[in-house]
DNA sequence: TGCTTGACGATCA
DNA sequence: GTGATCGCCAAGC
């Protein structure tokens, strides 16, 4: 599985440490994989996460902390819910205290 | 085979 | 400070 070293399989692995309470965004999550633009990749790349249950797509959001992809979801509330059950505060899809919440993908490698 | 789109990001005007 | 454009790589048509 990990022998792809896809785009994608490397941004899942990212997504998945995300620990629970903390959101990243796609920039963070390309810059860590080495590109810094790239950032569609990763989104594009959580289109195909749908195949893959365990990556909590809805902890990475856009540099702004906003939800741009809770309308890929089964539910365009079911992000913000999901956020919200896990202690972050999010109001119009609009994630609070995002840098207090943002979690850097670089923080595993401490 | 080639152009357009896409869950973004950064820079220029 | 806001708006628009380019860049990134991959997939869809």
């Given at each position: 599985m990990s022998q792809r070293s896809s785009f994608f399989q490397d941004v899942y692995d990212v997504v998945k440490l995300i620990p629970k309470g903390r959101v990243t965004s796609y920039g963070a999550i390309g810059k860590y994989l080495g590109?810094?633009?790239?950032a569609r990749m990763v989104g594009w790349a959580m289109n195909a996460?749908?195949?893959?249950?365990?990556?909590?797509?809805?902890?990475v959001v856009n540099r702004s902390g906003v939800?741009?992809?809770?309308?890929?979801?089964?539910?365009?509330?079911r992000m913000q819910e999901l956020l919200i059950a896990e202690g972050i505060e999010v109001i119009d899809d609009q994630i609070q205290h995002f840098e207090a919440v943002f979690w850097d993908p670089s923080e595993v490698l401490l």
């Open positions: 590109m810094t633009s790239s996460s749908h195949h893959n249950r365990e990556v909590p797509a809805h902890r939800l741009t992809g809770k309308h890929f979801f089964d539910r365009p509330n």
